[in-house]
């Protein structure tokens, strides 16, 4: 029965697309970069207005730039924050740690990722309801990234230097960007994600009552 083959390869594909945060700096090939594109423009909008845009950037000196603010606002605002931190409920100190390595590559690094992909929309100033425009087309591309055997992640902190960085990347009046995907091929391998149970997080009709399956 072809449709539960297919969504048999879909649950796989969930469980096991993780955040890669090390990415090699072999080209991506055009093709893969328009399937995933073309991913990101199935999901749904408000309205289905459809005022997303999509730059995708190859340019070295944008990736430099860029890539300095997020460096910056990793080691003067998040790596300081998190290293003082104690791990998310249920994650062991090593793998809070190897987390933060992680992330820390990724600081260094993400200007030599061969690809981004900015989501932008247009509109004022985003909103927690402007993002439910966008983001299920961040998902999307994440899903289709892992489906072609690319490793990608969503990182939104270049954001901490908006302004400059929406500069750099050259957006005009009336548009902003809300995510920064950047994409290769993956240095390690995919694998099984890590995520807190049902049991924890889902409620049944009011907060606090467990949910029965």
């Not at 649950?11 to 945060?21: A, C, G, K, Y």
């Not at 845009?53 to 990793?74: C, P, S």
């Not at 901490?160 to 994409?183: D, N, R, T, V, W």
Request: proline content about 8%; aromatic content about 8%.
């Amino acid at each position: 029965m072809p449709d539960e083959i297919h969504a048999s390869d879909l649950f796989e594909i969930i469980r096991t697309t993780r955040s890669m945060r090390r990415l090699k700096p072999d080209p991506v090939p055009n093709g893969l970069i328009r399937k995933i594109l073309e991913a990101g423009v199935c999901a749904p909008s408000g309205g289905n207005t459809q005022r997303w845009r999509f730059l995708v950037i190859r340019d070295t000196k944008i990736k430099e730039t860029v890539g300095a603010l997020y460096k910056r606002a990793w080691d003067e605002q998040v790596a300081p924050r998190y290293r003082a931190g104690e791990p998310a409920p249920g994650m062991s100190r090593e793998r809070f740690l190897r987390l933060l390595d992680a992330a820390e590559y990724l600081a260094a690094h993400i200007h030599e990722a061969p690809v981004w992909i900015v989501p932008c929309l247009q509109g004022g100033t985003p909103s927690r309801t402007s993002g439910s425009s966008i983001y299920p087309a961040v998902q999307n591309m994440l899903l289709a990234a892992r489906a072609l055997g690319l490793g990608a992640t969503l990182t939104t902190l270049y954001l901490q230097f908006e302004k400059e960085a929406e500069a750099a990347l050259g957006l005009p009046p009336g548009f902003h960007s809300y995510a920064l995907l950047p994409i290769g091929y993956p240095m390690g391998r995919f694998g099984p994600v890590r995520r807190i149970a049902l049991t924890d997080v889902v409620y049944e009709d009011r907060w606090g009552k467990s949910f029965s399956d």
